[in-house]
């Protein structure tokens, strides 16, 4: 029996999707190994320009109000989509999501029991915020609906940083560009100079061309979280890669 063209079509489309899933299993896989090869260092033991992990609590002396829970916060990453509808004739139209806008805001020190290192968070890729809330505005079947996200960071919450450490003049000139001055809440940014006027050093993590990321769970949780969607995300992957590339195998061969 052969494969007819909805089944090809089907088996290609697997293919695609297993290899896509395969691909995102790895990029977890390589986070978890980057996690596992950069040192856990205390937060008084680092040095600025050397690769380190640190893990702590959260705070902030100035928190940030997040969009859709208005509630304060060390950090929140914002998405707002709206629904677009395009007429191709008068019966014939489509429907889609488009993003509008994306935002980073906030920025957190964290602390442990050896002293603290400052976090500013916008651009760096983060894995495992727990606090997730949404909301919208229309059904979203009219054109112009929105949707909403925010995923969010609250003081006093566990959180892991990857990067590289800099200086407290290195951060503040950093805030000073384009790259982040409007990231952090006036007041932080405030905060962070009147420091910087006493005196006062400490590391500092923001974007810069070294990995950097950060979760918002202790080290173990994270460390087992990245693990667990990688080997979720390669076994499904390869799992449907396998079964739709032998699917076409075998209806080259005849055998479908």
Same mark, same amino acid.
């Given at each position: ?102 935002? *980073?805001?906030?920025? !957190?020190?964290?602390?442990? %029991?050896?002293?603290? +290192? =400052?976090? #500013?968070?916008?651009?760096?890729? $983060? ?80 974007? *810069?061309?070294?990995? !950097?990321?950060?979760?918002? %769970?202790?080290?173990? +949780? =994270?460390? #087992?979280?990245?693990?667990?969607? $990688? ?26």
């Amino acid at each position: 029996m052969a494969l007819g063209p909805n089944g090809f079509h089907l088996s290609l489309l697997g293919v695609a999707a297993g290899g896509g899933l395969s691909v995102y299993g790895w990029l977890f896989e390589r986070e978890e190994a980057s996690l596992e090869k950069t040192p856990l260092t205390p937060a008084g033991s680092l040095e600025a320009g050397r690769p380190a992990v640190v893990t702590g609590a959260a705070s902030c002396p100035a928190p940030s109000t997040a969009p859709v829970s208005a509630k304060p916060c060390a950090f929140y990453r914002s998405e707002v989509q709206v629904l677009r509808e395009r007429r191709m004739s008068r019966r014939d139209y489509s429907r889609s999501w488009e993003v509008q806008s994306q935002l *980073d805001v906030g920025g !957190f020190f964290v602390a442990d %029991e050896t002293g603290k +290192a =400052f976090v #500013a968070p916008a651009g760096a890729k $983060a894995e495992c915020l727990p606090r997730t809330e949404e909301s919208r505005e229309g059904a979203g079947l009219v054109d112009g609906d929105t949707w909403t996200q925010e995923k969010r960071i609250d003081i006093g919450d566990r959180v892991t940083v990857l990067g590289t450490p800099h200086t407290l003049a290195e951060l503040i000139e950093h805030m000073r560009s384009r790259q982040g001055g409007s990231t952090l809440h006036p007041e932080l940014l405030e905060h962070l100079l009147r420091l910087q006027t006493a005196g006062e050093e400490f590391p500092c993590f923001f974007c *810069d061309q070294a990995p !950097f990321l950060f979760s918002g %769970e202790g080290y173990e +949780a =994270f460390k #087992a979280d990245l693990e667990s969607s $990688a080997n979720a995300y390669l076994s499904v992957g390869l799992l449907i890669f396998g079964l739709s590339a032998f699917v076409l195998v075998a209806s080259w061969l005849g055998f479908v």
